[in-house]
């Protein structure tokens, strides 16, 4: 009796520091000490969301990890005897009280232009490089870098560079080969190798059809990638995809449409985006895309532009009862957002932000009453599955713990953990030279 006493005292003194220290910090802000690095951390009193590749109710679970990883997801009534049996036997451990708050799954953002994007009025309209804290931000912990409609002047070999920096910053990431054009640029000389030989490449993106900017590819050209998508997903183990770009031409997705009919390659190397974006003929392809067991990317609507379309496409197919697990978010970050007139002069130039998903996920949310359970699988298990990424999109034993802690109320973010860190913007950002 006297020693259990004794424990909950020395655990009560655990988690009233680190409940204190935690009030009043700003959202991505590890909690103190941070610059320790802890064997074991321990989330204690939160509640669960994205525990199971199905849309379920949220459990209330403490989330062990260590090593970068999700070592348990622990009955409450447990965890105090666990947390002291550490400290028994010497092991830095770190419980952190998340009481009341949501714990949720990283997101995973498919479609970043994280070496920048755009130059569509020119040398001096191309967007800047993505920023860590901006991705930190958004909720990001799994970034898929891609190019855009320059394929010239920004590089495969840049883009690769930078996705390798973001991994070691603590982000998982992988890339797309390509860009929107054809024949397309590749880092090896070939898609096919770039697939099987680049652990980082997916597949090749995005490749524009029926859009202005595009270089039309034939339907014969088509076949010959999606083939190679599929060939080459086969041999290195991935999945294989084409991402597709698609703009507002009246051809929509007519080629995709008579490959799927006319051959026996699998719709699921075919994936779309822009889906949402380019009024109700494409979302209806969308939605017989969908039927037909095809997967699409939304893209999350921009704040500053006052969008609606997204969130306003995913209420209907969720009303239309539509199967939700073959859609996905993104948010074109740092991609350039140019608007064009009838006659193809350019009106307006904007940038996607990454924080655009995580955004559109708390307005489902808090305005249009959907359970946190379902508008997460958006970036979070429907990508995960879809695109083959091990370790992600679950909160659950064995996964990579990509964590975020999230205020129940405004659904802000408290902490972002990825493989197991806190993250943080990196100190040379701020000093102008490099961590040790
Ligand atoms: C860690 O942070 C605390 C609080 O900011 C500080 O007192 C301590 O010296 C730091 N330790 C190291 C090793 O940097
Ligand atoms: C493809 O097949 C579907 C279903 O059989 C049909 O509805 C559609 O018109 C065909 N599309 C093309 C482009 O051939
Ligand atoms: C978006 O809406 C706000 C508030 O209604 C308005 O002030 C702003 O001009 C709008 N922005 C655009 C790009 O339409
Ligand atoms: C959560 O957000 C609400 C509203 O913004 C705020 O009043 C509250 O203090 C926050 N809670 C925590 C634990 O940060």
Same mark, same amino acid.
């Given at each position: #009796?006297?020693?259990l006493?004794?424990?909950?005292?020395?655990? /009560?003194g655990?988690?009233?520091?680190?409940?204190?220290?935690?009030?009043?910090?700003?959202?991505?802000?590890?909690?103190?000490?941070?610059?320790?690095?802890?064997?074991?951390?321990? /989330?204690?009193?939160?509640?669960?969301?994205?525990?199971?590749?199905?849309?379920?109710?949220?459990?209330?679970?403490? &989330?062990?990890?260590?090593? +970068?990883?999700?070592l348990?997801? #622990?009955?409450?009534?447990?965890t105090?005897?666990?947390?002291?049996?550490?400290?028994?036997?010497?092991?830095s451990?770190l419980?952190?009280s998340?009481?009341?708050q949501? %714990?949720?799954?990283?997101l %995973?953002d498919?479609?970043?232009?994280?070496?920048?994007?755009?130059?569509?009025?020119?040398?001096? =309209?191309?967007?800047?490089?993505?920023?860590?804290?901006?991705?930190?931000q +958004?909720?990001?912990?799994?970034?898929v +870098?891609?190019?855009?409609?320059?394929?010239?002047?920004?590089?495969?070999?840049? @883009?690769?560079?930078? #996705?390798?920096? /973001?991994?070691?910053?603590?982000?998982?990431?992988w890339?797309?080969?390509?860009?929107?054009?054809?024949?397309?640029?590749?880092?090896?000389?070939?898609?096919?190798?770039d697939?099987i030989?680049?652990?980082? &490449?997916?597949?090749?993106g995005e490749l524009?059809?029926?859009?202005?900017?595009?270089? *039309?590819?034939?339907? =014969?050209?088509? @076949?010959?990638?999606?083939?190679?998508?599929?060939?080459?997903?086969?041999?290195?183990?991935?999945?294989?995809?084409?991402?597709?770009?698609?703009?507002?031409?009246?051809?929509?997705?007519d @080629?995709?449409?008579?490959?799927?009919?006319?051959?026996?390659?699998?719709?699921?190397?075919?994936?779309?985006?822009?889906?949402?974006?380019?009024?109700d003929?494409?979302?209806?392809?969308?939605k017989?895309?969908?039927?037909?067991?095809?997967?699409c990317?939304?893209?999350?609507?921009?704040d500053?532009?006052?969008e609606?379309?997204?969130?306003?496409?995913?209420?209907? $197919?969720?009303?239309?009862?539509?199967?939700?697990?073959q859609?996905?978010?993104? =948010?074109?970050?740092?991609?350039?957002?140019?608007?064009?007139?009838?006659?193809?002069?350019?009106?307006?130039?904007? #940038?996607?932000l990454?924080?655009?998903?995580?955004?559109?996920?708390?307005?489902? &949310?808090?305005?249009?009453?959907?359970?946190?359970?379902e508008?997460?699988? $958006?970036?979070?298990?429907?990508?995960?599955?879809?695109?083959k990424?091990?370790?992600?999109g679950?909160?659950?034993?064995?996964?990579?713990?990509?964590?975020l &802690?999230?205020?129940?109320?405004?659904?802000?973010?408290?902490y972002? /953990?990825?493989?197991?860190? $806190?993250?943080?913007?990196?100190? *040379?950002?701020?000093?102008?030279?490099?961590?040790?």
């Amino acid at each position: #009796m006297n020693i259990l006493c004794l424990v909950a005292i020395i655990l /009560l003194g655990y988690f009233g520091q680190d409940f204190i220290s935690n009030v009043g910090s700003s959202s991505t802000q590890a909690p103190f000490p941070f610059n320790e690095s802890y064997a074991i951390i321990v /989330l204690t009193g939160g509640l669960v969301f994205g525990h199971s590749e199905y849309v379920t109710k949220p459990i209330r679970k403490d &989330v062990v990890i260590s090593n +970068g990883k999700i070592l348990s997801l #622990m009955d409450p009534s447990r965890t105090l005897a666990f947390i002291k049996s550490m400290q028994t036997s010497q092991l830095s451990i770190l419980p952190i009280s998340v009481q009341e708050q949501y %714990i949720i799954p990283g997101l %995973i953002d498919v479609h970043v232009h994280a070496i920048g994007g755009g130059g569509e009025q020119g040398p001096y =309209s191309r967007t800047p490089e993505s920023r860590l804290s901006e991705l930190i931000q +958004g909720g990001l912990t799994t970034v898929v +870098g891609l190019l855009g409609t320059d394929g010239v002047s920004r590089s495969l070999s840049a @883009l690769l560079q930078k #996705m390798k920096g /973001l991994e070691r910053e603590g982000l998982s990431t992988w890339m797309w080969t390509g860009s929107y054009r054809i024949p397309i640029v590749t880092l090896t000389s070939s898609f096919e190798q770039d697939l099987i030989l680049i652990d980082k &490449v997916l597949g090749a993106g995005e490749l524009a059809l029926s859009d202005h900017r595009s270089s *039309w590819p034939s339907k =014969s050209e088509l @076949l010959q990638l999606i083939s190679d998508a599929r060939v080459g997903g086969m041999l290195s183990g991935k999945l294989g995809v084409i991402h597709f770009h698609l703009g507002s031409g009246a051809s929509k997705i007519d @080629l995709l449409w008579q490959i799927l009919n006319e051959t026996t390659i699998p719709i699921q190397h075919m994936y779309l985006t822009h889906m949402s974006s380019r009024g109700d003929a494409l979302i209806e392809e969308a939605k017989k895309w969908i039927r037909a067991g095809g997967m699409c990317d939304f893209t999350a609507d921009s704040d500053v532009l006052n969008e609606t379309e997204t969130v306003e496409t995913l209420n209907k $197919f969720r009303t239309e009862k539509l199967p939700l697990k073959q859609i996905t978010l993104s =948010s074109d970050a740092y991609g350039s957002f140019p608007e064009f007139d009838s006659t193809g002069r350019l009106v307006s130039y904007g #940038m996607g932000l990454p924080d655009s998903g995580f955004k559109t996920i708390q307005k489902l &949310v808090l305005k249009y009453s959907w359970q946190l359970e379902e508008a997460i699988q $958006f970036q979070t298990i429907n990508p995960a599955i879809y695109l083959k990424l091990p370790g992600k999109g679950l909160v659950a034993k064995d996964y990579d713990a990509d964590i975020l &802690v999230l205020n129940k109320t405004d659904l802000s973010i408290r902490y972002a /953990l990825s493989k197991g860190q $806190f993250l943080k913007t990196p100190t *040379w950002v701020k000093h102008g030279m490099f961590e040790k």
